[in-house]
């Protein structure tokens, strides 16, 4: 009864080529998100979608797209990857609307590009 | 815009000594204020907030105060396990941001028996 998983937990893959990471929350949440931690551990938000709609989107290439099918999943398709996409990607989700929302945070995806 | 200071690491303490972590923010508005957790290997976990001004956030033995006069949001623990060792982030969110978190840039804590 995982609140929000996330799949792969590894991935390994060559520069130039496309992947997409997974987000599932069962929280019942309307907010999902996407953070990227790099090496230094250095954590910064890429994408936040509230009910399916775009919400957030930082300074992020466009070879980055965020797909919301519904309200409980929010997936990270990523094309021509390089080396620098190396990093762990995090998402959370979170209740908007509430006084004192949490963001609750997935197990990590830890994206290697070689 | 936002942003979040937090002492840089790594910290290492012995058991049942004390710890502080400081944090100091920049915000627009009325921010609410977080410290995060990563154990070695997991996701994030919220260890505390507050949402206001004089709001002490605690949990497991850490506490935290917001100190709107000093835009601080230090932590503290009495007595540190090494249960305890991890990276402890500090963040704020605005609503009117979107309620993302701004993150501090992290502090390893590494707890020794």
């Given amino acids: 009864d995982t609140a929000v998983s996330q799949t792969p937990k590894y991935l390994v893959t060559q520069m130039g080529n496309d992947k997409s990471i997974k987000c599932e929350q069962n929280l019942g949440h309307d907010t999902m998100y996407w953070y990227k931690q790099d090496s230094k551990k250095f954590l910064k938000i890429m994408f936040s979608y509230n009910n399916k709609e775009l919400i957030i989107n930082e300074t992020v290439p466009n070879r980055f797209s965020p797909k919301s099918p519904d309200k409980a999943h929010l997936n990270l398709h990523i094309n021509s990857l390089e080396l620098g996409d190396s990093a762990v990607y995090f998402c959370a989700s979170s209740q908007q609307g509430l006084p004192n929302y949490e963001q609750y945070f997935g197990p990590g995806t830890r994206l290697t590009v070689t | ?113």
């Avoid at chain 2, 508005?29 to 977080?34: E, I």
């Avoid at chain 2, 997991?42 to 206001?52: M, V």
Wanted: charged residues 20%.
């Fill in chain 2, 1 to 113: 815009g936002n942003s979040v200071t937090q002492m840089e690491g790594p910290v290492t303490l012995s058991e049942e000594a004390f710890l502080t972590i400081n944090c100091t923010y920049t915000a627009t508005g009325y921010p609410s204020l977080f410290w995060y957790v990563q154990y070695p290997g997991e996701g994030l976990q919220l260890l505390l907030k507050a949402t206001k001004a004089d709001d002490k956030g605690s949990n497991k033995g850490f506490e935290a105060t917001y100190r709107k006069e000093t835009t601080s949001f230090h932590l503290e623990k009495g007595s540190v396990q090494v249960s305890d060792s991890a990276v402890y982030f500090c963040a704020l969110s605005i609503k009117a941001a979107g309620n993302k978190l701004t993150f501090g840039g992290g502090t390893r804590v590494l707890v020794k028996p």
